[in-house]
């Protein structure tokens, strides 16, 4: 089973940027689509962006523009770089796997708090 660690989360005021690391074990890593979601309460969990094995990225209409996913295979690691931050954009972020019915464990996640 892979395991997933999300981290760089934190409190930045509007406007501001945050990039957000998950690290996974296993080498099965480099071969699958992987996605960026984010929870925030009362909400259920939504898929923010997301990037196939070849490089190619694909982001939800709220975040185009301003938040960019990359990966770096030799070290099991998938980034979210967000700049433009918006209250909107507080949550908890988690990283797995693009399909669904192949989803791993889920994280703890990193908590993003968009706030002045």
């Known amino acids: 089973q892979v395991q997933l660690v999300e981290s760089g989360g934190g409190l930045v005021q509007p406007g501001g940027s945050l990039r957000l690391s998950c690290v996974a074990s296993g080498r099965i890593f480099r071969i699958v689509d992987m996605g960026w979601y984010r929870q925030a309460p009362g909400e259920q969990r939504e898929l923010v962006a997301g990037i196939d094995s070849h490089g190619s990225a694909n982001y939800g209409d709220s975040v185009k523009g301003r938040f960019t996913i990359s990966r770096d295979k030799g070290k099991n690691t998938v980034y979210l770089q967000m700049n433009s931050l918006k209250p909107e954009d507080t949550a908890v972020y988690y990283c797995?796997?693009?399909?669904?019915?192949?989803?791993?464990?889920w994280g703890q996640g990193t908590q993003v708090t968009v706030s002045s």
């Open positions: 797995n796997q693009i399909l669904r019915s192949r989803w791993w464990d």
